[in-house]
């Protein structure tokens, strides 16, 4: 009788320790999914870095790509010279063109260039391909668009501001 019962608690212990394999790897793979995407709202405040400039951002699912304002654009050997616009500091920028793009907009199609930046969106750092773009009749000076929110985010239509720029390692002005 004894050999039974030692067979039935190993039965169990081996039963018990099969089930966590394999229940383990679907919660680790949910609660790191979950880690990895960041709620935002329709409208966000964003940090261009490393200027640490906060400009609110319209969060644009319909949009391929981000694009920012930039006021008194010029192009020259491969750089685009740009200000932000004088309620978020105004200052001159001067960005390497990564490539050009064709935009379609409601207004007409144009050809953009396109620069990369660091942009700090909640706690998620994002190195972001930004077409660059005179906003001034626009009441957003950054669209984000589905090149940023694909896999970062996950976003409540229904709410804005839900975050702060808080990037580990970025202090805050």
């Known amino acids: 009788m004894v050999p039974l019962i030692k067979s039935k608690r190993l039965l169990i212990h081996v039963s018990v320790f099969l089930l966590s394999c ?3 790897p679907v919660f680790e793979a949910a609660s790191a999914q979950s880690e990895e995407k960041i709620a935002i709202g329709a409208v966000e405040e964003v940090m261009l870095l490393p200027w640490r400039v906060k400009i609110p951002a319209r969060i644009d699912t319909g949009a391929t790509t981000s694009s920012l304002d930039a006021r008194e654009l010029t192009t020259k050997d491969n750089m685009a010279s740009f ?4 309620q978020y500091g105004g200052i001159e920028l001067q960005l390497p063109i990564v490539s050009w793009k064709n935009i379609r907009s409601a207004d007409a199609r144009e050809r953009r260039p396109v620069v990369e930046l660091d942009i700090c969106l909640g706690s998620r750092l ?3 391909l930004v077409n660059l773009n005179d906003r001034s009749r626009m009441k957003y000076p950054l669209i984000i ?3 940023v929110l694909k896999e970062n985010f996950i976003i409540d239509c229904e709410q804005e501001r839900c975050t702060t720029p808080s990037c580990p390692g970025i202090p805050v002005k």
């Open 22 to 24: 394999l229940l383990f």
């Open 83 to 86: 200000k932000l616009p004088a």
């Open 126 to 128: 994002v190195r972001a």
């Open 145 to 147: 668009g589905r090149n």
